[in-house]
């Protein structure tokens, strides 16, 4: 069986959510206390054992490139004033894996930023990671629990968790079939269904491990109303002929494309960090609310 080597992360979004922030800046670098959100899902997908990656920009993400590209200059500035620490993560960014990028010249859905990646992928399963999700599982990464369904299974499969039903409308929804233990036959996936009719309330949450059958099917996929092409609707065609696990993966997940969303995972993350923790706590404990 081919081992999973190969990730895409679609980030040529505007992040209307965040402007003013994003008007200049990718939403994908904004910081979680001080590392940019799309960092931690490269990491996640390095840590599940990932060597190669796309990154599907948008216009205005040379920054992302830079992040990620070795800073001669700062390198030497680091090492000349003796920041050690610094200069150990500056460098460790640009070694963490082989990056590659395509620019996305029309903003016409998830579907075809995933076709973008169509040559990179070549005829190999691979993984799809949505840098508004991030997740947090020191012991077993996301990714790597999806990797490892899709070697049991060999279907595709849908990272899933439940969510609260007043939050389903929001997510591809499963229509479940049997369910295992974590594995849930994909009997379809609603695109944001509304709640009234939730076939569920297991979400799909932006983690994918696809076969590259998938470009065939986007190429005859038809656009939605919007003129967009969601890469949900492709899912329902494998789903329907060979068939599609949702995987209820284990992790705390933080929908960081939302406001909410992104100062509960700034809190927790520092919560986390030994420097900041207690004088966080201080804070937030002292807080006339
Ligand atoms: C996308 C997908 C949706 C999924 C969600 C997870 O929606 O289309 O199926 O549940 O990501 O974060 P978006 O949030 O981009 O509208």
């Known amino acids: ?16 959510r965040f402007l003013p922030a ?17 960092q931690y899902v490269v990491e996640e997908a390095v840590k599940s054992g990932i060597t190669d990656i796309l990154i599907i920009l948008g216009k ?15 390198e030497q500035l680091l090492s000349r004033t003796k920041k050690d620490e610094y200069l150990k993560q500056v460098h460790e960014i640009s070694q963490m894996a082989h990056i590659y990028y395509v620019r996305q010249k029309e903003m016409n859905g998830s579907g075809m930023a ?13 993984a799809v990671l949505y840098g508004d999700d991030i997740i947090y599982n020191p012991q077993t990464p996301c990714l790597k629990q999806l990797i490892d369904a899709y070697d ?4 595709i499969i849908l990272g899933c968790q439940n969510v609260p039903e007043e939050e389903a409308s929001k997510y591809g929804i499963v229509r479940p079939g049997a369910t295992k233990g974590k594995y ?7 695109e944001k269904p509304d709640r009234d009719k939730l076939p569920s309330t297991l979400a799909s949450i932006g983690r994918y491990i696809l076969t590259p059958d998938v470009f065939d099917i986007l190429k005859h996929t038809p656009p939605m109303p919007n ?19 949702a995987y209820t993966f284990d ?9 909410l969303g992104y100062i509960q995972a700034t809190i927790e993350y520092a919560l986390r960090d030994e420097k900041l923790k207690d004088g966080l706590v201080k804070y937030l404990k002292g807080l006339e609310l």
């Open 1 to 16: 069986m081919t081992k999973i080597r190969k990730a895409v992360i679609p980030a040529a979004g505007f992040g209307t």
């Open 22 to 38: 994003t008007k200049a800046i990718p939403k994908e670098m904004l910081p979680i206390v001080d590392t940019p959100t799309l």
């Open 60 to 74: 205005n993400k040379k920054c992302i490139e830079d992040h990620f590209d070795i800073s001669v200059e700062l």
């Open 114 to 126: 995933v076709l973008e990646a169509e040559a990179f992928v070549g005829n190999e399963p691979f």
């Open 152 to 155: 049991k299974t060999e279907k």
């Open 184 to 190: 849930t036959e994909v009997i379809k996936l609603v």
């Open 227 to 245: 003129g967009e092409v969601c890469l949900t609707d492709a899912i329902q065609t494998i789903a329907d002929s060979t068939g599609a696990y």
């Open 251 to 259: 992790g705390r997940r933080y929908d960081v494309g939302d406001k």
